[in-house]
Nanobody, 121 residues
Framework: QVQLVESGGGLVQAGGSLRLSCVAS????????MGWYRQAPGKQRELVAT???????NYADSVKGRFTISGDNAKNTVYLQMNSLKPEDTASYYC???????????????WGQGTQVTVST
């Protein structure tokens, strides 16, 4: 079993900052990529940022220059530093990971339970 647990969401005023964390645990052979997605009420889930095991990153245009994704391979953890937050960043943020579990030779996609980020005006 593999689990992803997010933390760090909350309520912040526009222009403020938050840092999200996601820890992967369980029978993990290799983490290939981790990332963050978000879903606002009435909207589809969208990519925010991803990072590979080689630290290659990818960002949605809407967050470039404001959000930074980073990883700690030793701790199986990914972070999302969110600065200059806007009301339109309000959403549930989900951690996603492409993982090769122990005893398997194929990759699986896993999701966390989500953490709420609310940005007030």
């Amino acid at each position: 079993q593999v689990q992803l647990v997010e933390s760090g969401g909350g309520l912040v005023q526009a222009g403020g900052s938050l840092r999200l964390s996601c820890v992967a645990s369980g029978r993990i052979r290799k983490i290939n990529r981790m990332g963050w997605y978000r879903q606002a009420p009435g909207k589809q889930r969208e990519l925010v940022a991803t990072i590979t095991s080689r630290d290659s990153t990818n960002y949605a245009d809407s967050v470039k220059g404001r959000f930074t994704i980073s990883g700690d391979n030793a701790k199986n953890t990914v972070y999302l530093q969110m600065n200059s937050l806007k009301p339109e960043d309000t959403a549930s943020y989900y951690c996603n990971a492409d993982i090769t579990p122990t005893d398997y030779s194929v990759n699986w996609l896993y999701w966390g339970q989500g953490t709420q980020v609310t940005v007030s005006t």
